[in-house]
């Protein structure tokens, strides 16, 4: 017999298993980027065959790079809103709202799946002013329940490949619909991404299928109003990169050369609701 909980997830829903695996490997790392120690205890309280994900550390910065370029926003957008609302879109089991632990005036929502939300509860405790939301982000009945009355930070890390554009845009223009003000802090794969998704061994594992292209911010902005960009990096230029292995260094001199490659992951960061001057 063992407390340890089982595992029982395809598709999309499986991907975050290697998110979190390649998190607790580099938690290991004598130079970790993400340093994500919950990420390491969580994988001990799994059953589950790692090495079914196929996948191994030096691929780590693939992931780590992009949690710990998301961390450093989203700290930024927490320390000029101490009174505001998270929401942690495609949460998977990712221990963001421990890493940064934000301060009494933040409600923390984390939403994915019912599925993976029933994993999230049963091996990470639960905190003050912290809420799970097991519902899919394209149901448009779950906004209704995150209360629209301070800025909110939404944030979509590796979730919009898997919607179609056609869902993906639908969202976010529920979401600036909903909130007055907020930031939106998301990534996206390009045509490159997309069209070579059968080589990616975390979407041939998992069984899973991606479908939103975004090749530029203009992409969004053209459909979404209201948005205004605020920075836009593919992975190579993130400013948590130069953290990443030499294997990773070499590759990004390489991708020079080839623009499509080069920003096939991009890390975009938007605001939207009235221009707020901080003084
Ligand atoms: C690659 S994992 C990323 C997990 C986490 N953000 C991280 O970086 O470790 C993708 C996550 O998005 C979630 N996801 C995909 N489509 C979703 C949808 N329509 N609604 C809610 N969650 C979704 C999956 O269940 C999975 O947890």
Not at 155 to 165: K, Q
Request: glycine share 6%.
């Amino acid at each position: 017999m063992t407390d340890k909980a089982s595992v029982d997830l395809h598709g999309a829903a499986q991907t975050m298993l290697t998110t979190l695996y390649l998190k607790a490997l580099d938690a290991d790392f004598d130079r970790p980027v993400l340093g994500d120690r919950y990420a390491r205890e969580a994988i001990g309280r799994l059953e589950y065959d790692w090495s079914d994900l196929g996948i191994t550390r030096r691929w780590a910065p693939l992931v780590t790079v992009r949690s710990a370029q998301y961390d450093l926003w989203a700290a930024q957008f927490l320390a000029a809103h101490p009174e505001s609302t998270v929401v942690h879109m495609g949460c998977g089991l990712d221990s963001r709202v421990f890493r940064l632990d934000p301060g009494p005036g933040v409600q923390w929502y984390d939403l994915d799946y019912p599925a993976v939300i029933a994993l999230r509860e049963k091996i990470y405790p639960t905190r003050p002013r912290y809420h799970l939301v097991p519902a899919s982000a394209t149901d448009p009945a779950w906004l209704d329940r995150i209360p629209a009355d301070r800025p909110v930070l939404v944030l979509a890390e590796g979730i919009s490949m898997y919607l179609t554009e056609h869902d993906g845009v639908a969202l976010l223009r529920r979401i600036v619909d909903r909130f007055p003000s907020g930031e939106l802090q998301i990534d996206f794969y390009n045509w490159f991404g997309i069209r070579t998704q059968k080589t990616h061994t975390l979407v041939r594992r998992s069984g899973s299928t991606l479908y939103w292209a975004v090749n530029r911010p203009g992409d969004v902005l053209s459909q979404v109003p209201g948005l205004r960009l605020l920075c836009a990096v593919p992975f190579f230029d993130a400013s948590t990169f130069h953290r990443a292995s030499r294997a990773f260094r070499v590759a990004r001199r390489l991708t020079r050369v080839v623009p499509p490659v080069r920003r096939s992951l991009q890390y975009h960061r938007y605001a939207f609701g009235p221009v707020m001057l901080h003084r």
